[in-house]
């Protein structure tokens, strides 16, 4: 059922493996990701709880073993709108893998931090995110942007810029650009910038424009 994509006929029968002696942290885990296909928002938690199932079927300390479900579990606790519990499970997450994560490990927990305010990890996990990936495009507008908003407007501006290297058509690398630089009195830098994310569809622009007239 899960591989022909029929999620709901899928769930049924995990969780009838999972009343059984049979159930492990594999079909409880299965039963979550097949209920999440589903795609009922409204059940968000209960993808949480079976995650939780698989993941306590494991005694504390935690094997390396349970990695993968904490890394799933944390995104569920996002899609739950939990991001505080989705940091404590990235953090242990890192743990688990003795600190060896990627690029993706940092960007994903800077989303769950700016979600919970705790601005200063966001910080610093974005700057790591991009320090471990350095052409991403994805993680340097996310520093851009994050910067921005944190008044940090010269780390801003140069993540900006290499967006606009790597991929010179992205609207809202030149938008953030042109702010940051409109904010640091950079006025005609700044028109020059917003004028180009004018060009490739940014709506935002022409307002800003006026802006820094």
């Known amino acids: 059922h899960f591989a022909l994509g029929q999620y709901p006929e899928a769930y049924a029968a995990y969780q009838q493996v999972n009343q059984t002696n049979l159930a492990t942290a ?46 799933q579990r944390a995104q569920a606790l996002m899609d739950d709108g939990r991001p505080r519990e989705a940091v404590i499970d990235y953090n242990e997450y890192h743990t688990l893998l003795a600190g060896q994560v990627n690029g993706l490990f940092y960007y994903q927990r800077e989303q769950a931090a700016i979600a919970a305010r705790m601005n200063q990890l966001a910080v610093d996990d974005i700057r790591r995110a991009v320090e471990l990936s350095p052409d991403n495009a994805d993680f340097l507008i996310e520093q851009a942007s994050v910067c921005a908003r944190f008044n940090l407007l010269d780390e801003a501006i140069q993540a900006a810029r290499r967006v606009t290297e790597l991929q010179p058509d992205f609207a809202d690398a030149h938008r953030i650009l042109g702010v940051c630089l409109g904010e640091q009195g ?27 007239e």
């Open 26 to 71: 594999a079909t409880w885990y299965a039963a979550a990701q097949a209920l999440r296909l589903m795609g009922d928002t409204t059940r968000t938690a209960e993808v949480v709880t079976l995650i939780d199932r698989a993941v306590n079927t494991y005694a504390r300390p935690y094997p390396r073993e349970v990695a993968p479900y904490i890394w």
């Open 186 to 212: 950079k006025k005609a830098e700044a028109r020059t910038a917003l004028q180009h994310a004018k060009e490739l569809g940014d709506q935002q622009a022409e307002a800003l424009i006026k802006r820094y």
